[in-house]
């Protein structure tokens, strides 16, 4: 083998391996793009669903309800129009003529447990969707370690973020609660009971974060409540995207978009 024919060997190896290391990259990348609705390996983002897949993902996602209805809806819409396409979980009920003694919930539970002892943020966006009569309605997120196909509100232990429809209707206002060992316990009620009003929400980001030593929830990038201790007797939970409502309210639908478990950074 002359040095030419060396120097072509090489060459060749070289570009073999340049291909294959670009091969890879897609690869990694187009991993990444599917990395919707799945607890993904990345140690930065443990959960990430936009509902880009159309359908509800049924491992990741089970239905939870509670009551009678005289229409539930449960599914994936696109939220947006026009040709755009906008996918978010839509929850939807019309409770005209059902027993007017309970309240009826429904929703999604994440299949699996979010793990928090390390410290976590979890964001996602609330779309209120104009409601022109919001009352006895109410959007939340329950963090529960729990399983359940019914109400988590039930359940002995979690802590939960919601948006409560204020009388006459086009304003809410947020409730941060928790129940630990059984005993409910309200952290934060928006000015409620002596400011009544409620205020116009629209979509709503909220992060919350949780820790060891603290428990915080952001809405749209402003700190609406801050803890120096969480006090939860869980570390792991499941999460819980929820809609309830009273009887003999006609259809209303909520929407649920971009929930996002992280690891925190800082
Ligand atoms: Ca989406
Ligand atoms: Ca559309």
Redesign the pocket.
Known sequence: MNAENVKKGVYLVGLILIVLVGLLAVNIFNIEEKASGVISTKNVSMFNE???AGVLNAQTWQITREGDFKESIIDVYDADPSENI???LRLGMNTIGTRDDTVKFEGVKSVEKVNFSDGKEISFDLNWNNQSNGCYLTGSVYLCPIATNGNPEDETDWIKFEYVGVPPGQNARSVIANKIDGKPRLLYADGWPEGRTGRKIADQHIKIILDDKSFKILENSNELYASPLSDLNFTSAYIYLQMSSHSNYPLREIYF??VVVTKRTQ
């Open positions: 936009n509902f880009s906008d996918s978010r978009d971009n």
